[in-house]
């Protein structure tokens, strides 16, 4: 192994990028005025608490943030990767305050290898313990098209689903697979809710078909409202 990578992969460059990269979104939310619609969104959420949260890769960069518009204390939990772009990523999220659950939501023969199975089993006690989750309702490489996960989650937790869409007017797009947004500081944002969405818990395969495509259509709606919201006057913001 080469010196490069053993310097990337090692505990202390990855702590030390996890935290840099979750003060810089601390900056961000500090200094981007945003507004919300619904507005009384997170309360319609904690009266269901705890929830799934359903958002889409790339898009989750500011999600820890959203802890502080709820009005009692309460557990959260975000489903991250085994990648070690995802440990960065659950430092940073541990850092903010958010508890991880390490695992995939990948489909077919990788669901198993990349910890798929004992995530899954992972949400669904935190859910039963009374902690809300949040993972990635599009699974890896199939960017904006939603897998089944969340609607299993929501049908075997007997928990409602909630979608989240966070934009800002000033981000940086990678060229990646899921087109993720690296927002700017000092701009505008927009934040969109939406549900609940339930799933029974005898829900038959084409009941979670039919769930699915509901996350799939509302999810990205909300996205591209959020976006919209983000690009309205300022006179229309109000900071929070």
């Avoid at 200094?31 to 904690?46: N, S």
């Avoid at 935190?126 to 990635?136: F, H, M, N, R």
Wanted: hydrophobic share 45%; aromatic share 6%; net charge positive.
């Amino acid at each position: 192994m080469s010196f490069v990578k053993r310097v990337v992969g090692s505990r202390m460059f990855q702590r030390a990028v996890g935290i840099t990269a979750a003060e810089y979104l601390r900056l961000v939310w500090m200094t981007t005025r945003f507004a919300m619609e619904p507005e009384d969104f997170v309360d319609q959420a904690q009266s269901d608490f705890p929830v799934i949260v359903g958002v889409w890769h790339g898009h989750h960069l500011l999600l820890p943030f959203m802890r502080r518009y709820v009005r009692r204390p309460h557990v959260f939990k975000v489903l991250i990767s085994r990648h070690r772009d995802g440990e960065i990523n659950a430092i940073a999220a541990e850092h903010l305050g958010v508890g991880t659950i390490r695992g995939s939501g990948d489909h077919g023969p990788e669901f198993a290898r990349k910890g798929g199975v004992g995530a899954f089993r992972q949400m669904l006690a935190a859910l039963a313990q009374g902690a809300s989750v949040t993972l990635t309702a599009d699974v890896p490489k199939v960017a904006r098209i939603s897998g089944e996960g969340i609607v299993r989650l929501a049908a075997m937790s007997g928990r409602p689903i909630y979608l989240l869409a966070i934009a800002t007017r000033n981000c940086i797009v990678l060229d990646n697979w899921d087109r993720t947004e690296i927002s700017l500081p000092f701009g505008r944002g927009g934040i969109v809710g939406r549900g609940p969405i339930r799933v029974g818990a005898d829900a038959d395969a084409d009941a979670l078909e039919r769930a699915r495509q509901t996350v799939e259509r509302e999810l990205e709606a909300a996205t591209l409202a959020a976006r919209e919201l983000a690009r309205r006057p300022r006179r229309g913001l109000a900071r929070d």
